[in-house]
């Protein structure tokens, strides 16, 4: 590296003398020295550094508490231990809380730099491909004020279709007290999101087998079972499952709950689309109103293309929804609720038990709209002209 390495040093206040040393070397730049505990995350994850060097010679909680929590919020950091003996707990417990890189006291100062330098380009070197495959890739969010508008039905059978068109998807349920992808796609049991957060680490390996793989060719998180266990999955969990996966998937669909909680609003702030299902009902325009009313003032309304269900349900036309919502639905999809019941109770999503379907159709005429394949104009035939 012709760079200088900017690094922060983390050791107990006895070691901190003996790891500055160490970095006093030419081609580090040693930014700052902190004691390797919690209450020092927040300072730590603010410095401007492309490496954490931590001395210790037995990792305790509180510096495995600290080297964890700077994983989960800087991806873009590399975490160094240097330590007298790396036997085989201590090694564990390094992996563990997500460092990537363990050097030892008996190495010579050469030796120590450079495998400092090696650790951040291999966490550079990850973060470049994984821009490269996050190009192409898309994250869409579904979302509704209500339940029962046809949104997780939307989801499932765009994700279906997206699969049928070669992409590579995954699914994830991010209704978290009361999800039910996994009826829809006759998932009898399977891991959970709730379980993974417990994870320490959220790598792709570990992400991956938490997934469901459906035969249909989607790859399903599912979540919690309970409504209960909702609480384990924190927005910094979601989060982080959302980069790792759009580093792996051509398009990662979120089912969303039909609330703004927390995980929703990341979800619409992460999303390159949210498409918000809506339904040709008067209460349910009115709802739609105010929560697209709350997305603009939060400033997460760009992204929002607005998607009408049930089409030919009710006596409320395309114009009275551009009316009420002051916007065109960019697709619409007809009112078929024999189908859509039948599917959901077989467990076999729409476009693959009845193909022949105008709703099948729609799904993946759907599906060919979001990938760029047809213009929206083209797929108005499902609204009532009126």
Do not use: W
């Not at 800087?74 to 563990?96: K, S």
């Amino acid at each position: 590296m012709n760079k200088q390495l900017k690094v922060l040093a983390a050791a107990s206040l006895e070691n901190s003398l003996t790891l500055e040393s160490l970095l006093n070397r030419e081609g580090i730049n040693r930014m700052a020295t902190i004691v390797p505990e919690p209450d020092n995350v927040d300072r730590a994850a603010s410095l401007p550094v492309d490496a954490v060097v931590l001395l210790s010679p037995s990792l305790t909680e509180e510096e495995c508490a600290f080297i964890e929590a700077l994983y989960m919020t800087r991806e873009r950091l590399a975490l160094v231990l240097i330590c007298e003996r790396p036997e085989g707990e201590l090694m564990a417990r390094a992996m563990n809380c997500g460092i990537s890189r363990v050097l030892t006291l008996s190495m010579t100062p050469e030796a120590i730099t450079a495998g400092i330098e090696e650790a951040v380009l291999k966490v550079r070197n990850r973060q470049e491909s994984a821009s490269v495959r996050e190009f192409d890739s898309r994250l869409i969010s579904i979302f509704s004020t209500k339940g029962g508008s046809g949104k997780t039905t939307i989801a499932v059978n765009l994700a279906v279709a997206m699969a049928r068109l070669g992409k590579r998807v995954v699914l994830v349920d991010l209704d978290l007290q009361f999800g039910d992808v996994g009826v829809f796609l006759n998932v009898s049991r399977s891991d959970t999101i709730s379980e993974l957060a417990g994870e320490p680490q959220l790598s792709a390996s570990v992400i991956n087998s938490y997934l469901y793989h459906h035969s249909s060719g989607v790859d399903v998180l599912l979540a919690p079972l309970s409504p209960e266990m909702a609480e384990l999955v924190k927005t910094e969990h979601v989060d982080r499952i959302l980069t790792v996966l759009r580093a792996e998937y051509d398009a990662v669909i979120c089912d969303l709950a039909p609330s703004l909680d927390d995980t929703a609003l990341l979800a619409v702030d992460r999303s390159d689309v949210t498409y918000f299902v809506t339904n040709p009902e008067v209460s349910v325009l009115k709802n739609t109103h105010t929560c697209l009313n709350v997305l603009k003032t939060l400033h997460l309304s760009d992204a929002i293309r607005l998607v009408l269900n049930k089409e030919g349900d009710a006596f409320v036309s395309r114009r009275d929804v551009r009316t009420a919502l002051e916007q065109e639905p960019v697709f619409g999809f007809p009112c078929d609720a024999k189908t859509s019941a039948c599917a959901i109770n077989r467990g076999i999503p729409v476009v693959l038990s009845y193909p022949k379907t105008k709703l099948a159709r729609a799904f993946a005429d759907f599906a060919a709209y979001d990938a760029g394949l047809t213009h929206p104009k083209e797929k108005r035939s499902f609204f009532r002209k009126k």
